[in-house]
């Protein structure tokens, strides 16, 4: 594929996630491809995902855990089999009903017409701090020793 067909089919994949289809999605990736996304014990979507089932769960959980108010594609790069793309998201977590904003790079690796790895880049400390349950015991003891 040409840089440029690459870069098509990436904004294509995320016209497909904007409108719900993750089926469609996945069919732009092999089926050994690679989700790579930052660790973390807070984030229940967090780390690695090998082959479209795994990719698949990826997205269970997201749409489990937290609701795109806004996901924003802004700028794409693409040079030979590499597209990157930066964008915007604010986010809101289901589970602490919390919202945080987020600035995203993605690097995605084509190979053979679909894409084989997705590095994913994004501000875990917001999302952490949006999914962290509050931690109210030690604030409910320092307002106790001063009253």
Do not use: C
């Not at 082959?51 to 802004?74: C, Q, V, W, Y």
């Not at 693409?78 to 589970?95: C, E, H, I, R």
């Not at 917001?126 to 020793?145: C, D, W, Y």
């Amino acid at each position: 594929m040409s840089t440029q067909e690459n870069k098509q089919l990436v904004i294509e994949g995320y016209r497909l996630f904007q409108r719900g289809e993750i089926g469609k999605l996945l069919e732009l990736y092999h089926d050994d491809a690679e989700w790579i996304g930052p660790e973390s014990e807070f984030l229940p979507f967090a780390g690695a995902y090998h082959g479209k089932a795994e990719i698949a769960r990826f997205f269970t959980k997201l749409d489990a855990a937290a609701h795109a108010n806004r996901f924003e594609p802004a700028e794409f790069l693409a040079v030979d089999d590499k597209v990157v793309v930066t964008g915007q998201a604010s986010w809101l977590a289901k589970p602490t009903g919390r919202s945080y904003d987020s600035a995203w790079v993605h690097v995605f690796t084509l190979r053979d017409n679909k894409v084989a790895r997705l590095d994913i880049h994004y501000d875990t400390a917001a999302a952490e701090k949006a999914f962290r349950p509050e931690q109210t015991g030690q604030a409910s003891v320092a307002a106790q020793l001063h009253h």
